[in-house]
């Protein structure tokens, strides 16, 4: 039970979790329960948000099952639902009373988890996520949420080579962000700028983010002191990925904004 | 990450407070660029770039019952343009963002005929209480019909040419405000004074002050005292803007216990021949007016 001060408002979130051991080596577990945030402060405010707004409540339910398939090898998978309703939502154009609890939202989609240890020198992980996250801002229409990523796969690995050394590689791949593309622009003439003209809320995308990142580290035992010593190379090959949109001065021309390039990073790290 | 792919440390070191001594160190990899996009100032298109509306009795904006005309200074990279342009002026909702909405109450609606300095009147009106802003909303096309509707998307030109659409809003402090007055401005190029000239007028290598292809010079600017409107707690903005060449910036801003007087740069084209350049001053209360200049680029 949790009390929003801003908004002068309790709600109560029952939440259930379980696991059942139904073999030695397979376990499954099922969960749900309500979730509340209240709304941004400045959603609450009398000038330019409306204060009788509500806390936005979730449904969250997830079924799934782990298995150990042989001693160095584990397997999870969990399927999940989500369901937002009252999301707040602006109103068009964003006239008085500007926000309503007039959204709802749904996300559902399967996580899996693999993971294996061949020796006490080795790990290895991979995970991969299917997924889908949907808003509906009170006209009726799903559309895809800002964070929407259908894939996102994970891998990450290490070995201990021995006498302190130890090589790692993480790679990731993951569907990008979906996008609002800008249709035109309209000039203001009271400030000499321009404001843009927008498409259907995110029926665009980034092009998809992928990512190889390398290490290598050294520890030195000095009595007490441990000196690790490592360097790492981010983003191995390169890949110029896009994570936005840069536009001209009339929104016309348009350029994507690339994330982080190929960077080495020689780091050290003393414990006592 | 760091969890990921290190193992545990042994048991003594476990129950020990690490620390970063050295972070991250070395190398980084500009992100390449693309090829640059346009700049502001640059006139490579036709382009709306200032709305002027004048009152009757002078103002920025007319009183109740009293008539006002507006007018919009349109160029591209040859000089004025000529368009038509549809046109509302009304009462906009309360709206946060975006491109103003009317509200039930319109002033003022129509299309001007083709011209190159399109101009129209309406008559002030009073506000509801629900109503407090005033907005112009229009669309100009270089050629075909424009159409104006409730839908900015669907602001358009008939022959599919690109719609020239804009937007002005308007306070109650523009009704005692006057538009910043320009005809005593100098803008010297060394010694030279540069004339002024209306913005319809031809760029032409008369009686104009010569710069060298490809040659950076200083343009000096003593701003007219009366872009202030007689007092001197105006902000003003000044847009600059030239058909060829590349002035080094877009905006000037001044603040209201400042000078107006400000330099600017500007690197003449590879082409010989006049090189029109305007400037348009806001003053921050609804008051709009503009000029333009002319360089001769001579080899």
Known sequence: MDYMADGRKWTVDPRLTSRLSVTETTTLKAGGGLYSQPPVYYQLMDEIGNPDLTPFRTLQTSLGVEENILQPLSIGVEGFYKHWYRRVTGTEGGVSPHFENAGTGRAYGLETLLKLQLSPKSQLFLAYTLARSERNDGNGEFRLFDADQTHNLQFTGSYDLGKGWIVGARFRYVTGNPTTPVTGSVYDATTDTYRALYGATNSDRNPAFHQLDLRVEKLWQLGPVGLTTYLEVMNVYNKKNIEGTMYSYDFSQSQGAQGMPIFPNLGFIVEY | ?299
């Open chain 2, 1 to 299: 990450m760091r969890k990921q792919l290190i193992p545990q440390a042994p048991q003594h070191c476990a129950r020990t407070r690490p620390f970063v001594l050295l972070a991250p160190l070395l190398v980084t990899v500009l992100p390449a660029c693309g090829d640059p996009m346009e700049f502001g100032q640059d006139l490579e298109n036709p382009r709306v770039l200032g709305v002027h509306i004048e009152s009757e009795e002078g103002h920025s904006w007319p009183a109740t019952g009293e008539a006002a005309r507006v007018e919009l200074l349109l160029a591209g990279d040859d000089g004025p343009i000529e368009a038509r342009v549809a046109y509302q002026v009304c009462f906009a909702l309360e709206t946060s963002s975006g491109v103003p909405l009317c509200g039930e109450t319109t002033l003022a609606d129509g299309t001007t005929e083709l011209s190159a300095s399109p101009s129209f009147a309406f008559m002030g009106e009073a506000p509801s209480s629900d109503e407090p802003r005033l907005a112009i909303l229009g669309v100009g096309c270089t050629s075909g019909t424009p159409k104006l509707t409730d839908d900015p998307q669907l602001w358009s030109c008939s022959d599919d040419s690109a719609p020239l659409r804009f937007s002005f809003e308007a306070t109650s402090k523009s009704l005692d405000n006057e538009n910043p007055g320009l005809d005593e401005t100098a803008i010297l190029l060394g010694d030279e004074r540069i004339p002024l000239q209306a913005s319809d007028e031809p760029a032409s290598c008369d009686d104009v002050p010569e710069v060298a292809v490809g040659e950076s010079v200083t343009l000096d600017f003593t701003l007219d005292e009366a872009a202030r409107s007689g007092t001197t707690d105006e902000l003003l903005q000044i847009s600059h803007f030239a058909e060829q060449g590349r002035l080094d910036r877009q905006f000037t801003i001044i603040d209201p216990d400042e000078e107006a007087h400000f330099e600017l740069e500007f690197e003449a084209p590879d082409v010989t021949g006049p090189v029109k350049s305007y400037f348009v001053v806001r003053d921050d209360r609804g008051g709009t007016s503009w000029l333009s200049y002319s360089l001769c680029v001579v080899d």
